[in-house]
């Protein structure tokens, strides 16, 4: 096991630590992250105005009226409704920044591409489908290449230089003029090319042969247990996996829980939305306490382990892991590289994603509607994600304690081999 495990270091770790940081991965993970408010904003105020408590229902309605579901409304319209154009901003500035570029300019350059390349309403207005999820992949693309095409043009000394004394933002606005215009001009004969002469829309397009077979490939119960599975994998060896695989994991599931959201929004039933995997049912069903469900690994450790030390790391540990941060006990115990720890670690995310999938599919737990913020303690996340239901409290219940189970013989051997270490050192003294 030891010559597998540091082959898998020397062959297979320095390619996922490229990946992990390559630049264009890390600007679409950074961009997810910046908009996550706007994402946690609109699913609270969808589920304020769906939470299945009728006396709550009754006591708005009678305090502000029939119409006090509208605040709600209009947030959505300013989160979700324009989830694509948020995104091509925050990766688009993301992905200049890195590369020394006015990031503010090159964002903004890569919003008008993205208009460019959408199509109107026929009151000549923004079509507000392409803007939503629905458009996600064509965001992430025209954030990416007009990023890049205006980082090009920018080192090529193509600016218009005011004269001293002229305000900062001026000469810095001149100074992109020639680089934006061309870049705008490419987008433009690009809209040209598809609308008027091919007759279909460059977003059509890519969402009928990207996007729609990609999320529905990636929402297959396979497809989800690779991905846990290759998370686990590599924090077992000291590369972040949730950093790592992040992009995927956002670009795969946000379009589904927005579509899920949408819908209940719509006053659609949990239980009716259509998208099982979405981002909160991995943060809320298997990465309770951290990647590997790490308040299992608690639980189990506080039944079985007697080492002090152990002990004492698992009180320390614990706070965090009820906020889904599990790097003290993932370093600390340590998890990475130990052989013993290895098979309950990438077994029981892959257990708890097939309950939690097979409870939603068969209806005993609804779908999850609402995006809450990944640190959400158990319990509450799993009440709040399905749109206020029990079942999904009572589900993190039933997946940490099957996880504390599988947990539970591994760490009995741990805790004898740390004893008999022990003992084996306190021999040594003696005789020596």
């Known amino acids: 096991m030891q010559n597998v495990f540091k ?64 605040l709600g409304g209009y947030i959505w319209n300013g989160t979700f409704a324009i989830i694509s154009l948020v995104v091509a901003i925050g990766v688009s500035y993301s992905l200049a920044r890195s590369y020394n570029v006015d990031a503010l300019a090159a964002a903004l350059v890569s919003v008008a591409s993205l ?23 064509v965001s992430l693309l025209v954030a990416i290449v007009a990023t890049e095409i205006f980082r090009r043009l ?42 008027d002469v091919i007759g279909v829309s460059l977003q059509d397009l890519i969402y009928k042969a990207i996007q729609a077979p990609f999320q529905n490939a990636a929402g297959t119960l396979p497809a989800v247990l690779g991905i846990e599975f290759t998370k686990s994998f590599l924090w077992f ?48 069903f298997v990465a309770m306490g951290g990647t590997g469900t790490g308040i299992s690994l608690l639980i189990a450790l506080f039944i079985t382990v007697k080492a002090k030390q152990v002990r004492s790391l698992g009180k320390m540990s614990a706070p965090a892991a009820l906020f889904n941060i599990n790097e003290p006990i993932i370093f600390g115990l340590p998890i990475v590289l130990n052989p013993m720890l290895f098979i309950p670690f990438i077994l029981v995310p892959l257990v708890n994603v097939t309950i939690a999938y097979f409870a939603t599919s068969i209806g005993l737990v609804p779908k999850t509607v609402v995006m809450v913020p990944w640190t959400t303690p158990p319990i509450i996340g799993g009440y709040l994600a399905t749109g206020g239901s029990i079942a999904g409290s009572i589900l993190q219940i039933v997946n940490l304690t099957v996880g504390a189970l599988l947990y539970l013989p591994f760490l009995k051997v741990l805790d004898r081999s740390m004893a008999r270490n022990v003992t084996n050192a306190s021999t040594s003294k003696k005789v020596g």
């Open 7 to 70: 082959a898998f270091e020397n062959k297979f770790l320095p390619v996922a630590g490229r990946i992990g940081s390559q630049r264009h991965l890390v600007a679409i993970r950074d961009g997810f992250a910046a908009i996550l408010p706007l994402i946690i904003i609109g699913s609270l105020a969808v589920l304020i105005n769906n939470l299945p408590i009728e006396p709550f229902q009754n006591f708005m309605v009678n305090i502000f009226g029939e119409g006090w579901k509208d």
């Open 154 to 195: 920018s080192q090529l000394n193509l600016a218009i230089k005011m004269p001293d004394g002229v305000p900062e933002a001026v000469s810095r606005s001149f100074a992109s003029l020639i680089p934006a215009m061309i870049v705008l001009f490419i987008f433009g004969l690009l809209q040209v090319l598809f609308i």
């Open 115 to 137: 208009i460019i390349i959408s199509p109107m309403t026929e009151d000549g207005g923004i079509s507000l489908q392409w803007m939503s999820a629905a458009g996600l992949f």
């Open 237 to 284: 060896f000291g590369l972040h996996g949730s950093n790592i695989l992040e992009p995927v994991i956002e670009a795969a599931y946000l379009p589904g829980l927005l579509e899920n959201t949408k819908l209940f929004e719509q006053g659609v039933s949990a239980h009716d939305v259509p998208y099982i995997i979405t981002k909160p049912f991995l943060d809320v």
